[in-house]
């Protein structure tokens, strides 16, 4: 099945009440606080316990939205194809918790496994095949902001520039490795890992620890259980010890912190697969149209208000990925659309990471508008205005960023 007939399947199991662990009751309990507090979905969170994020959070490296922070493009120029640890944007519902690593175990659970539980210590996955993959992480608000300041449209949620995602080489042990060893059944159905970090309460209510299931096939197909990051132990703010890696998914199925994992013989459900991370708005669902791939961007290595010399050749970099496949092409533009010329592609096109590229450009005195389109080997291109939907998920378009030389 493929995973838009899954998502329309456990959209109509949850419609008829069959949903376990998170009902229709319970959303539209939920909706009617959420109203009421007139917050939503991704907004900061009520509480926030300790220290939201561990790492210094530099100015020149990142721009914070609260227990968020976004990397700065202008920071990824001549860092190489991965994002050094330093710089790799933080997404947290709640506060980075602290896991010791040596008592920490892994509970694999459920009726979708042919006998009890199972638990690992991260010495028993250590010692089990590990791989290394790039995988790009995104969140799906990735590029919110644009909706409003480029399309005119309101969506709740941090309004993120382009900088929440990152490519960076995780090494782990496949998911399906861990599931086999659990002992899984043929009649396991979906699988749903749950994090460490405190409780999130969105308007009032304490909606558990962060988690969301996948179907058991895509858990067998490519998912990590990663416990390093590029070379170093797995840091504290991205899941120390072992986070979920869910190549080509939205950021929220990389569950950090991992602490338990589900593995259930009817479909779960949760408010991460429910009330968030679902478009919802004018030609929509009511109850909302589940998703979980994510889309196709690019972005320049600059910040939006970068200055040039005027008269001089500098030399335009950035990156584009798309989660359907590796990226064809990329068509620049630095005259707000009116010519296109190919960007020269630079290193590796890596599939569920990204495609660096370059142009060379000789701007005259004044203020110019960068554009910066790909296509990707299936033939999607990105569009001029992306779908609105009210939560600003998987936002699309082509950006226009403002630019002046003198
Ligand atoms: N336990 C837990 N896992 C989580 C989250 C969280 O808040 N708690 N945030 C998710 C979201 S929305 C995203 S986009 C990614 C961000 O990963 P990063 O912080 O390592 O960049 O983690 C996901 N995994
Ligand atoms: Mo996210």
Excluded at 64 to 92: C, M
Aim: glycine share 10%.
């Amino acid at each position: 099945m493929d995973e838009r007939a899954y998502d329309e399947l456990r959209l109509s199991q949850w419609r008829s009440g069959r949903a376990r662990g998170f009902s229709r009751r319970d959303l539209l309990k939920l909706t009617a606080a959420v109203g009421a507090a007139g917050a939503l979905a991704d907004a900061a969170p009520a509480v926030a316990a300790g220290a939201p994020i561990v790492k210094p959070l530099p100015p020149e490296l990142f721009k914070q939205f609260g227990t968020n922070a976004e990397t700065l493009w202008s920071s990824l120029k001549d860092v190489g194809y991965h994002v050094p640890i330093d710089r790799f944007f933080v997404r947290n519902h709640t506060s980075t918790p602290a896991v010791d690593s040596r008592s920490w175990r892994l509970n694999v659970f459920g009726a979708g496994l042919r006998g009890g539980p199972a638990e690992f210590t991260l010495r028993d996955l250590k010692g089990l095949p590990s791989v290394t993959h790039s995988v790009a992480i995104e969140c799906a608000g990735n590029a919110r902001g644009y909706f409003t300041s480029q399309q005119g449209q309101t969506v709740s949620g941090t309004a993120w520039g382009l900088g929440a995602v990152g490519v960076a080489r995780w090494r782990g042990v496949r998911l399906s490795t861990v599931l086999r060893r659990a002992g899984l059944s043929p009649r396991a159905v979906d699988v749903q890992a749950t994090g460490l970090d405190a409780n999130f309460v969105s308007g009032g209510v304490d909606l558990g620890p962060v988690r969301r299931p996948m179907p058991v096939r895509k858990a067998l197909d490519d998912v990590l259980l990663a416990y390093e990051m590029n070379g170093s132990p797995l840091p504290t703010d991205h899941g120390h010890p072992v986070r979920l890696v869910v190549p080509s998914w939205i950021g929220i199925s990389s569950i950090k912190w991992v602490g338990s994992i589900e593995v259930s013989d009817e479909p779960l459900f949760s408010p991460w697969n429910t009330q968030f991370y679902r478009l919802f708005g004018p030609g929509f669902p009511a109850d909302g149209q589940p998703f979980d791939r994510q889309s196709i961007k690019s972005a320049f290595e600059l910040d939006p208000g970068a200055t040039f010399p005027a008269g001089r050749t500098v030399r335009l970099t950035g990156r584009s990925w798309s989660a359907a496949g590796r990226i064809e092409h990329v068509d620049v533009s630095t005259d707000g659309g009116t010519r296109w010329r190919r960007a020269r592609p630079v290193g590796p096109s890596i599939d569920n990471a990204w495609q660096r590229w370059e142009v060379d450009w000789r701007p005259t005195a004044g203020t110019h508008v960068l554009q910066a389109r790909a296509t990707d080997v299936r033939g999607n291109a990105q569009p001029e205005v992306a779908r609105h939907n009210t939560l600003g998920y998987l936002f699309d378009a082509v950006v226009k960023v403002p630019v002046t030389a003198s």
